[in-house]
C-alpha cells in the first residue's frame, strides 16, 4: 500500500514550502523563547552578549546539527539580540563566486548573513568567502580576458552565521573562519512539550498535557516534527473531533497520517527493512542502502540515520550498517542465524 504523500512528508525532517509560513509563526524571536539546547544557549549567548558590549560584530557562527532542530531559527535569533538584519541565502543558490560576490557586497554594516546548507556552496564561491570573512574584503573582476582586472572592494563588517547538516563536509580552512561552532542535539520528549506547548498557546489552541506528551514521544526527537503532528492534530480534532486536543485525539491523528510508536517515518522504516529484510540485519554500505530505498545517500545519512542511531535501532560499524536487537524487535522480526549481534 502506498503511503499518502502527506503522510510521507509529515515525519520527514525537510520543511516543505506549504508548511513555511505555519512555521515561520512558530519561531521563536529571542534566545530566552529558544527552548532546550543548554549548552548551545549558553555559549551563543555568551557570545553574543560580549559582541554586544564591545559595540561589535561577533565572530562568524557555525552551526551543524540534523534537519528541524532549529538553525535557522537560531540564526535569526542572532539578528534580532543583535538588533540588526539578517539575509538569507543558501550554498546550493550559489553557484558561482559572482553569486556571492553579490550578496557580500550589498551587506550593510553589522549584517548577519545566513548561508544554510553552507557545505553545498561551489568551491570557487567558497574561496572567496574565505577572504570575505578573514579580511572583511571580496576581489570582484571587471572584464573579460586579458583586460580583465581583479578588484578589491572592502567590506563592513558582517557576522556570517552558517548552517549545515555535515560539519564533517567542511574544508578545513572555511570551518577554522568561523570562531564558534554549536552542534545542535536531539530534544528529549520533555523540552518538546515545551516547545508543543508554546506552540498551542500561539495557535490558541487548548493542547491537553497528555496529548502533548503523546506528540512528543512521536516527533523524532525534533520541534519542526513536533510542531507539524501539532497541526494535523489540531486538524483531526477540528473535523472529526469535538475539537478537544486529548490524548484519544492525538493517537488516533497520529493513526491517520501512519506515525508510528515511536515516531519513525516511512523513510526510516524502509531503511530498516531493507537492513533486516535484503541484507540480513548487514553490514552494508551507506549507498547500497541507499540505493534499495531509492534515496541520495546524503538524506539516508543525515535525515534518516542519526536518529535511527540515538534510538539504537541502527550500528554503524567500519564495515557498514548493521541491525541491531532492538531492530529486528521493532520490526516484528526474527534475525537469522548469520546476522551479526550489535546489542543496543
Ligand atoms: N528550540 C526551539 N524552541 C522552539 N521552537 C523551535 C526550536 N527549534 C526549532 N523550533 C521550531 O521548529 C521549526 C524548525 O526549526 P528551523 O527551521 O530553525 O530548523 P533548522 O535546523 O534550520 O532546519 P533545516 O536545516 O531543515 O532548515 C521552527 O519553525 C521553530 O518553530
Known sequence: MGVP???????SGGAEDVERAAEAALRPKRLDEFVGQRVVREQLGLVLEAALARGRAPDHVLLSGPPGLGKTTLAMIIAAELGTS?????????QHAGDLAAVLSSLEENEVLFLDEIHRIARPAE????VAMEDFRVDVVVGKGAGANA?????P?????GATTRAGLLPAPLRDRFGFTGHLEFYEDEELVRVLERSAGLLGVDL??????????????????????????????QVR????????????????YEVDEIGLDRLDRAVLHALCVRFGGGPVG?????????EEPETVETVAEPFLVREGLMGRTPRGRVATTRTWQHLHLRPPPSAPTLFA
Open 86 to 94: 539578517v539575509r538569507v541565502t543558501s550554498g546550493p543558490a550559489i
Open 5 to 11: 504523500e502527506e503522510a510521507e512528508r509529515l515525519v
Open 127 to 130: 574561496e572567496l568567502l574565505y
Open 286 to 294: 551507506l549507498t547500497t542502502l541507499a540505493v534499495a530505498v531509492g
Open 241 to 256: 473531533g469535538d475539537g478537544t486536543l486529548d490524548r484519544a485525539a492525538a493517537r488516533s491523528a497520529l493513526e491517520v
Open 157 to 161: 563588517p558582517f557576522t556570517v552565521v
Open 151 to 155: 578588484i578589491g572592494l572592502a567590506l
Open 208 to 237: 491537553h498535557r497528555a496529548a502533548a506528551n503523546e506528540i512528543a514521544r512521536r516527533s523524532r526527537g525534533t520541534p519542526r516534527i513536533a510542531n507539524r503532528l501539532l497541526r494535523r492534530v489540531r486538524d483531526w480534532a
